[in-house]
């Protein structure tokens, strides 16, 4: 009979701390989700903000540092999202922009807007979107919710062959 009820009180304590994983799994998730999402609302934005920068009126010199400034948040913002979902590919990008970048007197000759930087500035609009369709919860009826299934990185990689072969150019040129 005590065995029984050894047997019994061991099974309970099992089935609660089997509960209690679930919980904490379902929170830690959450906690992912929010985290992920926060940092995908920020890279989206400092996208927006760098294409923003990269055609202003400023500087050559402004426009640089705003941009290098721009491109180190872009790939912590990157590195935050990609080690939720474990995956690389926002951090490949950023690294890719940041080739880019570093040769500011291929974009910017005399002052003047080469037509590189109109190329650069599509690929980042590009990228806005593909972020938004590859990354969003698209079934969320308030919007903005982030995916951390993603099954589909189709477009992603498509675009970092794209931005792969731009930048082997445009570092030749």
């Not at 904490?24 to 959450?30: A, G, T």
């Not at 590195?79 to 926002?90: E, F, K, P, Q, T």
């Not at 490949?92 to 190329?119: Q, R």
């Amino acid at each position: 009979m005590v065995k029984k009820w050894g047997i019994l009180g061991l099974a309970l304590l099992i089935s609660i701390y089997a509960i209690y994983l679930q919980i904490d799994k379902k929170e830690l998730e959450s906690r992912l989700e929010i985290i992920s999402g926060y940092n995908l609302h920020l890279l989206f934005s400092s996208y927006n903000d760098l294409a923003t920068t990269i055609n202003s009126d400023k500087q050559k010199p402004e426009i640089i540092n705003d941009t290098k400034n721009k491109l180190d948040r872009i790939l912590q913002y990157s590195s935050n999202i990609d080690s939720a979902l474990g995956r690389g590919d926002l951090k490949t990008i950023a690294y890719k922009f940041k080739e880019i970048f570093s040769h500011p007197d291929k974009i910017y000759t005399s002052g003047n807007k080469t037509e590189e930087l109109v190329e650069i500035t599509g690929l980042l609009q590009e990228l806005n979107e593909i972020i938004n369709d590859t990354y969003y919860d698209k079934t969320n009826d308030e919007g903005g919710k982030a995916e951390l299934y993603i099954k589909d990185f189709d477009k992603m990689d498509a675009y970092i062959e794209k931005l792969t072969n731009y930048t082997e150019q445009f570092t030749q040129k």
